[in-house]
């Protein structure tokens, strides 16, 4: 019904059943779990006889506490306020109760409501607790883990304790069923009900708590990422031995942490305060209570608990802790694998050897059998192995029969640079090969005096070995150089080219009977581009630098090369030879024809990369005027790569050295052309390097109407 202020639901009935007639099911129940406590100690090698009469605070094994715990409370012969006892009727408790009578009708009902027999006989079959209480034993201070075996002790003390109180595992599922039997206890109505309760039920529970502390408060997680080692080689030359170590391996692990009721934590204070007072309920406990629950307790609180506020919701928390920088180097704390790659292979705990060139990733984590059941902790690190390189330079390649060819030879990635030669037919040393040093090497060749004993082939080999070098099946290590009698000239060597436009290049072929040459184009990206069998080269629609390549028929090792820039109305490019040159190119280029401005003499270009680069090219030359050409000029020319320093050429130099500069085509705006020479290249200390260059240009006339953006 409703009213205007009130919402009343309809009339609930309920009717309360009283639990049914189980006759002996708490008995049965008992049996169960003296059965299952029987297989608890037959697996310890043990009986509950000898359990029942050893001295627990000296000789008891700390993994049967719970057992022994529970089996003086189900049937221990030393007294007579046990289980068995008060369902018998011959407990002196009866007599402390006011002589109460237990009630055994009630027990039975309740005991086969709650399904303690079925319980039981369920945990019969599950692997008994003996054995598996690691985390019971002197209590662990977390402030003294400092090494390995320390941080493994107490990682499974922590793991161990988590199983336990784990319901979903067999100890868990033991501990429940310890407890409930306790519980039972509270069944016998009397004034002295509570004190049996709070007795026995309380030793099992600060036990309980107790695991629970341990399974919190001590590490149990290595920190992510926290591994770190070093290895003293990470990458190998091909002929250097191993081993390569590693070492230092140091990890990190943390607790979880622990919120604790404040109620319950006084209660634990209280207890621990308090634990003689229950050595005198039952005889079995005298030293039992005073030394394990004091320990159990006293560790929890005077360490950790009892340093701590209690927060305004009334619970006090333990923040986890982490434990920083132990050393668990080798065996058996940590191991190595690899993960990938076969360039090493691991020889000991904390060794590798090269096997092979290439790479490999060694993974160093924390042994998967050890530190309880943490995930284990790791750290990857590539290892590499290097091939032997063996580079060879010819100062030509193309020669005429006899001529004396220089050569310089570089071996990288070796211990040992050492070489052996081979000589083609018909060639001889002109200089013997020597080691300059650091790997490299000079020689000279002397070609045969015939062409027919042409080409010349020069081979170095690595002699090195050791390492990987002695894996049976090793590649040899070596170059080759080849040099030709016969020459390819292509003309014109230089282009720059709108989409779409033409270029016919011509080849010529010298020191060959056959003139025929093949023709073949590759784009900026190094792929394919088309060229027609004749040497005419359409501009395709990707700007760039192409490069056009005519290979002698008689002679395949014999090319020659033309380089063409697709580009849009403006374009340069220019290429400087040698260690301190390179390649540059832009899309601005313009000119001033001599005598537009101020009556100036001289024609001048500049060319940059882009309207704010600081990369910046001047050429003046004597012509040409508008609409003049083509033809060649004398020219100067100075060029900034971008770093502060200027490279020139030109007539000025001292030695004097000429610029050329060339004009293929001029009509009044556009001029193309190109620049050769030799720049003077500034590189400390007030020397200078000389080296060849070329420019090719496309160039717009500055005082015009258009732009090279057009």
Same mark, same amino acid.
């Given at each position: ?232 080689? &990470?990458?190998?030359? *091909?002929?250097? #031995?191993?081993?390569? +170590?590693?070492? @230092? $391996?140091?990890?990190?692990?943390? =607790? /979880? !942490? ?54 305004? &919701?009334?619970?006090? *928390?333990?923040? #986890?802790?982490?434990? +920083?920088?132990? @050393? $668990?180097?080798?065996?058996?704390? =940590? /191991? !190595? ?58 100062? *030509? ?314």
């Amino acid at each position: 019904m409703r009213g205007d202020d009130d919402f009343v639901t309809e009339p609930l009935r309920l009717t309360l059943l009283g639990l049914p007639p189980a006759p002996g099911a708490f008995a049965a129940a008992l049996d169960a779990f003296q059965a299952e406590l029987d297989r608890v100690f037959f697996a310890a090698g043990t009986t509950r006889d000898a359990v029942l009469t050893t001295d627990w605070a000296t000789s008891l094994d700390p993994s049967l506490f719970p057992a022994a715990i529970a089996q003086t409370v189900l049937d221990d012969p030393t007294h007579d306020r046990d289980l068995r006892d008060l369902l018998d009727g011959r407990s002196s408790l009866i007599g402390l109760l006011g002589g109460t009578s237990v009630d055994v009708a009630l027990l039975d009902r309740i005991a086969a409501a709650g399904g303690l027999d079925s319980l039981f006989q369920a945990v019969a079959g599950n692997p008994s607790l003996a054995g598996t209480s690691e985390a019971v034993g002197a209590p662990v201070h977390a402030t003294s883990i400092s090494s390995a075996a320390e941080l493994d002790e107490a990682m499974t003390r922590a793991w161990a304790a988590a199983r336990e109180i784990d319901p979903t595992t067999a100890t868990g599922e033991l501990l429940q069923a310890y407890g409930l039997t306790l519980g039972a206890l509270g069944l016998v109505t009397g004034p002295g009900g509570a004190v049996v309760t709070a007795g026995l039920g309380s030793a099992l529970w600060a036990y309980q708590t107790y695991l629970e502390g341990q399974a919190n408060l001590l590490p149990r997680h290595f920190v992510e990422g926290s591994l770190n080692f070093d290895l003293d080689v &990470s990458v190998f030359e *091909e002929d250097r #031995p191993g081993p390569a +170590t590693w070492s @230092d $391996v140091v990890v990190s692990a943390r =607790s /979880e !942490g622990w919120t604790m009721d404040k109620v319950v934590a006084d209660f634990l204070l209280n207890l621990a305060g308090n634990a003689d007072a229950y050595t005198a309920w039952v005889k079995r406990l005298e030293d039992l209570p005073s030394t394990f629950i004091k320990d159990a307790t006293g560790w929890l609180f005077t360490t950790q608990l009892g340093t701590l506020p209690v927060a305004e &919701s009334g619970y006090v *928390e333990i923040p #986890p802790e982490v434990w +920083t920088d132990i @050393d $668990v180097t080798g065996a058996p704390w =940590s /191991e !190595g694998r690899l993960a990938s790659g076969d360039a090493v292979e691991i020889t000991s705990a904390t060794t590798l050897e090269p096997i092979r060139a290439g790479e490999a990733l060694l993974t160093v984590e924390t042994d998967l059998s050890r530190f309880g059941h943490a995930t284990p902790a790791f750290q990857r690190r590539e290892v590499a192995v290097l091939p032997i390189e063996i580079d060879i330079q010819a100062g *030509e390649t193309t020669v005429d029969p006899g001529a004396v060819v220089e050569l310089q030879i570089t071996v990288t990635n070796a211990l040992d640079t050492g070489l052996e030669w081979i000589l083609s037919a018909g060639a001889t040393w002109a200089e013997d090969p020597g080691e300059i040093g650091e790997g490299v090497w000079s020689a000279a060749v002397r070609t045969p005096a015939s062409s027919e004993q042409f080409p010349v082939q020069v081979t170095a080999i690595s002699t090195a070995t050791g390492g990987a070098r002695d894996t049976p099946g090793a590649p040899a290590r070596s170059a080759t150089v080849r040099i030709s009698a016969v020459s390819v000239i292509v003309d014109p060597p230089t282009a720059i080219l709108s989409e779409g436009e033409n270029r016919q290049f011509q080849a010529i072929v010298l020191g060959a009977d056959d003139t025929a040459v093949t023709w073949s184009a590759f784009d900026p990206e190094g792929m394919p581009a088309a060229i027609g069998a004749g040497g005419l080269f359409t501009a395709p629609s990707l700007t760039g630098s192409y490069l056009v390549v005519a290979t002698s028929v008689e002679d395949p090792t014999a090319e020659g090369y033309a380089n063409v820039t697709v580009a849009g109305r403006c374009y340069w490019t220019m290429e400087v030879q040698g260690p301190y040159g390179g390649r540059w190119s832009g899309p601005i280029v313009t000119h001033v024809y001599a005598g537009e401005v101020f009556e100036q003499s001289a024609y001048t270009m500049t060319f940059v990369q882009s309207e704010d680069s600081d990369l910046l090219g001047v050429v003046q030359a004597l012509g040409p005027a508008a609409g003049e050409g083509p033809g060649s000029w004398t020219a100067t020319m100075s060029f900034s790569p971008g770093v502060g320093t200027t490279w020139t050429a030109g007539d000025t130099q001292d030695p004097p050295s000429s610029v050329s500069f060339n004009v293929t085509s001029n009509d009044g705006e556009v001029v193309e052309g190109s620049v050769t020479g030799v720049a003077f290249i500034p590189i400390g200390g007030g020397e200078t390097h000389s080296a060849g260059y070329a420019l090719s240009f496309r160039s717009l006339n500055g005082l015009g109407e258009g732009t090279c953006s057009q």
